[in-house]
């Protein structure tokens, strides 16, 4: 029986690698030309605080950037409004003045510049006092239409220090 359970594997093995399947021709290395230059990882911060960055060999595609403040960015692609409610996607209901003050309520700011000013950290509640001051602050790259491009990002947490 272990025979015919090895003779199978085999047969799959082999099977599979004469169907031409294979990973060549893949990217697999991380953009890492965006930085977040401030505040420093693992840093306290007391609001409001800048949040700044570069981004080395810019291409034109990266024509904007969103500022994610305890929010996880969207795929790939996928247009930053997205993370809004389903009513404030259409812009006739919502014009882009609407869905950018939508968006920053939410804790995400948009800017085509290299720095934001964070006004504001979310108080969660239900939480240790420790998660409740930890946050992760995102930058990632948007095209003209608004869409995030490729897997540019950088993240840091910082811990909101309260006066």
Known sequence: MRRDVMALVLGVSVSVGLTGCSASGLDFRADDRLTI???????????????TWTLSDPRPSEDSFAVLVDVSPPRPGTPITDLLPED????????????????????????????????????????????????????????????????????????????
Do not use: K, M, W, Y
Not at 37 to 51: E, I, N
Not at 101 to 119: D, F, H, K, Q
């Open 37 to 51: 230059t401030l505040p420093a990882d693992r840093t306290g911060v007391t609001v409001p605080f800048p949040v």
């Open 88 to 163: 404030q996607r259409n812009l006739e209901a919502c014009d882009v003045a609407c869905q950018t003050a939508a968006l920053a309520t939410r804790g995400v700011l948009l800017t085509s510049g290299n720095e934001v000013l964070i006004p504001a950290l979310p108080r969660p509640t239900g939480v240790s006092e420790e998660q409740a001051r930890r946050h992760r602050i995102t930058v990632i790259a948007l095209d003209e239409e608004g869409r995030r491009v490729g897997e540019l990002a950088d993240s840091v947490d910082v811990d909101e220090v309260f006066r």
